[in-house]
């Protein structure tokens, strides 16, 4: 199975400032056929079930605010909250769809 | 609205089984893969398994294979995971979800609780 590690365990972080959270996989999650990254982020606050972020990587889901973001390819994968709001404290995510047994990554805490 | 109701979670003791139902409504519920992720207490987010839209294409985190089994009926807009063989270590929130790539909606979730 694909190993997703999250870093770090958990971040606080001052409000409007950048939150910056890691992703690897132990295999590259890039698919040749399409040239897109198997890789999604998910938010998710305490008493609630996760919320879809990211998709592809990079592309904002529906409605997600434009100051969350994701970066990466192969291995290596970010998500930035570029100015940190009351309402983004929550677990973060990541999560491969590489494989037909999917994955998630440990998860991130972001406090204020 | 899309909404998702999960239901049937309970105490169960180690070596029972539980099917849990999740009914959807606000889509096309044919037109979808739909996934099931479980989530123990204070931990995170566990994959557990999807299936394709006629119920032909199936797959499973290795812990639960040969234990569980997922199954939707489209003319009753539900999706099921069938819990044999159940351990101390399924307990969890269980949600389902719709997609396989990416989950875009998520039900509220139900308690299974694993325990003699």
């Known amino acids: 199975d694909i190993v997703m590690t999250q870093s770090p365990d958990s971040l606080a972080v001052s409000l409007g400032e950048r939150a910056t959270i890691n992703c690897k996989s132990s295999?590259?999650?890039?698919?040749?056929?399409?040239?897109?990254?198997?890789l999604n982020w998910y938010q998710q606050k305490p008493g609630q079930p996760p919320k879809l972020l990211i998709y592809?990587?990079?592309t904002r889901y529906s409605g997600v605010p434009d100051r969350f973001s994701g970066s990466g390819s192969g291995t290596d994968f970010t998500l930035t909250i570029s100015s940190l709001q009351a309402e983004d404290v929550a677990v973060y995510y990541c999560q491969q769809h590489y494989s037909t047994v999917r994955t998630f990554g440990g998860g991130t805490k972001v406090e204020i | 609205e899309v909404q998702l109701v999960e239901s049937g979670g309970q105490l169960v003791q180690p070596g029972g089984s539980l099917r849990l139902p999740c009914v959807a409504s606000g889509f096309t519920f044919s037109d979808y893969w739909m996934s099931w992720v479980r989530q123990a207490p204070g931990r995170g987010l566990e994959w557990v398994a999807y299936i394709n839209q006629d119920g032909s294409e199936t797959s499973y985190m290795d812990s639960v294979k040969g234990r569980f089994t997922i199954s939707r009926d489209n003319a009753e807009k539900s999706l099921y995971l069938q819990m044999n063989s159940l351990r101390d270590e399924d307990t969890a929130v269980y949600f389902c979800?719709?997609?396989?790539?990416?989950?875009?909606?998520w039900g509220q979730g139900t308690q299974v609780i694993v325990s003699s």
């Open positions: 979800a719709r997609g396989h790539w990416w989950l875009e909606k």
């Open positions: 592809w990587a990079s």
């Open positions: 295999q590259s999650v890039l698919s040749i056929s399409n040239n897109e990254n198997f």
